[in-house]
Structure formats: structure tokens, C-alpha cells
């Protein structure tokens, strides 16, 4: 069993900066995705298990960044230039330990965390 444990969510103004982590259990490719109210839940980035290929949505191309730390089984989410329309819960999800090819897709994505709240105010 994958255990995800997320943190980092918190309240931001416009044009400021939040970085989340989650901490993994094994060492899987992880992505992250977002859901904001009314809305349904979006692919926002996703790595591979080494940390050499990265994928990132067209919203936040260029303003966020993830990576991993390997020896501390974290992957890091850095958002920069925070829009009001970035605000949403935040989900980390891993694919199944067979799999190395990063995705876009919910239904690939086998274990999910808890979500962490981000806020972004005008």
C-alpha cells in the first residue's frame, strides 16, 4: 500500500509563491493534480521516478516547477506567480510501481493523498 502525505497549502497573495511536498512510500512516478471549486479535478504536473523527465500543463508552464529528492522519497511542487485562478485543493497521486512513463490522466494514477488547500487572494 502507497501512502501520500501532502503539505505546504496555504493562503497567498497574487504574484506570491508556495511550495508543496509529498511524501512517498516507495519511489513512483508522481504527478500532481488540482480541483477547484465547482470545477473538475486537472493535471498540473507530473515526474518520473528519477527526476529526468517532467511534464507540466499549459496554465502553469513557466511558473511552476517540480522535482524530487529521491533519499528523502519527497516530490516538491514550487509555484511561482500565483494567479487567483490557480486557487484549488491539490492532490499528489502515483502511478503503480510498474509504470515509468509520466501521464496526464486521473485513471492513471493508482494512490492519491489527502489534498492540500491553496488560496490565492487578488
Known amino acids: 500500500q502507497v501512502q501520500l502525505v501532502e503539505s505546504g497549502g496555504g493562503l497567498v497573495q497574487a504574484g506570491g509563491s508556495l511550495r508543496l511536498a509529498c511524501v512517498e512510500s516507495?519511489?513512483?512516478?508522481m504527478g500532481w493534480f488540482r480541483q477547484a471549486v465547482g470545477k473538475e479535478r486537472e493535471f498540473v504536473s507530473a515526474?518520473?521516478?528519477?527526476?529526468?523527465?517532467?511534464d507540466y500543463a499549459d496554465s502553469v508552464k513557466g511558473r511552476f516547477t517540480i522535482s524530487r529528492d529521491n533519499a528523502k522519497k519527497t516530490v516538491y511542487l514550487q509555484m511561482d506567480s500565483l494567479k487567483p485562478e490557480d486557487a484549488a485543493i491539490y492532490y499528489c497521486?502515483?502511478?503503480?510501481?510498474?509504470?515509468?512513463?509520466?501521464?496526464?490522466?486521473?485513471?492513471?494514477?493508482?494512490?492519491w493523498g489527502q489534498g492540500t488547500q491553496v488560496t490565492v487572494s487578488s
Open positions: 497521486a502515483v502511478r503503480p510501481a510498474t509504470y515509468s512513463i509520466v501521464s496526464r490522466s486521473l485513471s492513471d494514477y493508482s494512490y
Open positions: 516507495g519511489r513512483h512516478v
Open positions: 515526474i518520473s521516478r528519477s527526476g529526468s523527465t517532467t
